[in-house]
């Protein structure tokens, strides 16, 4: 049964902000490998780079899926979008993970 909440339009709206956000994240991951300095970037650096920015991708993906098409991949509740949010946080960008947890509180409150 599919649970419906009273601010859904709101959650969903910060739930793709902050993906978005996780995206540009995720974007400038990518576009730091290519930065011109004077001195080499350690090999070890480049792979932990580019192993977080496919992980955070990965997980803004999910996040635009769970907002977008809900119940499809993931379903659209505060549970799974505080994962969601933490994921963010660790992988992608510090705000667009905090835009998504706004969200999960949103919805966390109606489930109260």
């Known amino acids: 049964m599919k649970k419906h ?4 339009k709101l959650m ?6 902050g993906a978005i ?3 540009v994240g995720v974007i ?5 490998l ?3 300095g004077f001195f080499p970037t350690p090999v070890p650096v480049v792979v932990s780079i580019i192993v977080s920015a496919i992980v955070g991708l990965i997980i803004v993906i999910l996040t635009f899926l769970c907002a977008l098409k ?10 799974v979008l505080l994962v969601l949010a933490i994921l963010l946080i660790i992988f992608a960008n510090l705000w667009g993970g905090l ?9 966390l409150i109606e489930d109260l």
């Open 5 to 8: 909440y009273k601010n859904e």
């Open 12 to 17: 969903k709206f910060l739930t793709i902000i």
């Open 21 to 23: 956000l996780g995206l």
């Open 28 to 32: 400038s991951m990518f576009a730091s």
């Open 34 to 36: 290519a930065g011109l």
């Open 70 to 79: 809900p119940d499809q991949p993931l379903p659209f509740n505060w549970i």
């Open 99 to 107: 835009i998504v947890l706004i969200a999960a509180i949103i919805g």
